[in-house]
């Protein structure tokens, strides 16, 4: 019995080394208008360790993001990251975004934004370019639901933006 439990382990063993781990690089926007404030809120979702090193190498500065003794400046950096990474453009005219704030929940966190005295939205252009310079397969996901129409798209690096009419 031991006999076919080391004869296996030594087959299989080999297979599990040559297995490359392979970590995916995504974040999620979820975009809506909501009517009723005349505002579009924004939740981008980025894993917190991905972002921690894109505001490294950008900034060079040591910035780590935890709930508890965080450094001030945190925020700003982040706050000039996304300003700098995301644009929106809503019916033909560049539109201000305005950072709210973040939350965390294990490993990601949370970033708040809004774009307020929205009166109707006919047509949405997003350029999503978060973490583009730091990993070649970055993929951002965008969802929107403006108008009551739901859609979903997905931003790489060579496609960063996209314009969608309503």
């Known amino acids: 019995m031991n006999i076919i439990k080391i004869f296996v382990l030594v087959l299989v063993f080999p297979l599990l080394l040559s297995v490359n781990a392979h970590k995916f690089y995504v974040s999620v926007t979820e975009v809506a208008y909501v009517n009723e404030k005349k505002s579009v809120q924004i939740i981008t979702r980025i894993f917190i360790d991905d972002l921690e090193n ?3 190498q950008r900034y060079n500065k040591h ?12 925020e700003f950096y982040l706050e000039r990251y996304l300003k700098d990474k995301i ?20 490993d990601i966190v949370f970033c708040y934004l809004e774009i307020t005295d929205v009166k ?7 350029s999503n370019k978060v973490l583009f310079e730091s990993f070649d397969d970055q993929q951002n996901i965008v969802k929107l639901k403006i108008n009551d129409q739901n859609k979903s798209v997905i931003l790489i690096n060579q496609s960063d933006n996209v ?4």
Do not use: C, H, M
Request: aromatic share 10%; no cysteine.
């Open 120 to 126: 109707e939205i006919k047509s949405f252009q997003i």
């Open 63 to 74: 910035l780590t993001f935890t709930p508890e003794n965080e450094a001030e400046e945190v």
């Open 87 to 106: 644009s929106i453009q809503i019916n033909d005219k560049i539109v201000a975004v305005k950072y709210v704030g973040r939350e965390y929940d294990n």
């Open 163 to 166: 314009l969608l009419k309503f």
């Open 54 to 56: 894109a505001l490294r």
